[in-house]
């Protein structure tokens, strides 16, 4: 996938996570501040805005570290200093790339997933987005020879067992932890809005190649 396709992709990802602020907003109601989905919202509005059809950029590391800086200055939050991390160091890691191959999701989520546990001090198993972010990086890192329209379905799979496992988990950071086992049964939602990116990025694909 080269620069014009990501850049194309992400545009559709982002309109796709405004779009979810209703379902997110409900989820991190249960067990947040209930702001979770307007953060991503806010910060994905504004860089479905930055993706119209004068942006540019050199490579595909650059579209993701823009959109981290975008996310980083325009979310908010917990929220937007993490998944303004993630994107950001992800971009860092593949800077000067052409192509958006599974090695390269790869390394930009093994990238994102470092910076992200250094910032937040969190761990997998702590009920974060972690809890969906390293299980795609595992298995992205595993695809890595597959193309990326091949491997992208089984990394957002990874990703949503990821969310699936986070309903078992005590929260043990952020407002969730006040509540020590009535987190218990609901999902983490900041692993719901990391599922989703991927999940959106994977239905962009399928339907570039249905047509």
């Known amino acids: 996938m080269n620069t014009q396709e990501t850049i194309e992709m992400m545009r559709s990802v982002a309109h796709a996570m405004v779009q979810s602020e209703p379902m997110l907003t409900k989820f991190d109601q249960a067990i947040g501040d209930g702001d979770h989905g307007l953060g991503i919202e806010r910060g994905f509005s504004n860089v479905e805005a930055m993706l119209d059809e004068s942006f540019s950029a050199a490579d595909v590391g650059q579209v993701l570290q823009k959109i981290g800086t975008k996310l980083l200055s325009t979310m908010g939050g917990a929220s937007g200093a993490i998944f303004g991390t993630l994107f950001r160091a992800g971009a860092k890691s593949i800077a000067g790339a052409p192509q958006l191959t599974t090695e390269a999701l790869a390394q930009f989520l093994t990238a994102g997933l470092t910076a992200v546990c250094q910032r937040g ?82 239905e962009h694909v399928d339907a570039k190649v249905a047509v």
């Open 121 to 202: 001090g969190a761990s997998e198993g702590d009920k974060t987005m972690i809890d969906a972010l390293a299980p795609a990086a595992r298995k992205a890192a595993e695809l890595a020879e597959l193309e990326f329209e091949q491997a992208i379905a089984q990394v957002v799979e990874a990703a949503e067992q990821g969310v699936e496992q986070t309903k078992e988990m005590v929260a043990t950071t952020g407002k969730a932890k006040t509540l020590g086992e009535r987190s218990l049964g609901h999902p983490d939602p900041g692993a719901i809005s990391m599922s989703l990116i991927l999940k959106f990025m994977a």
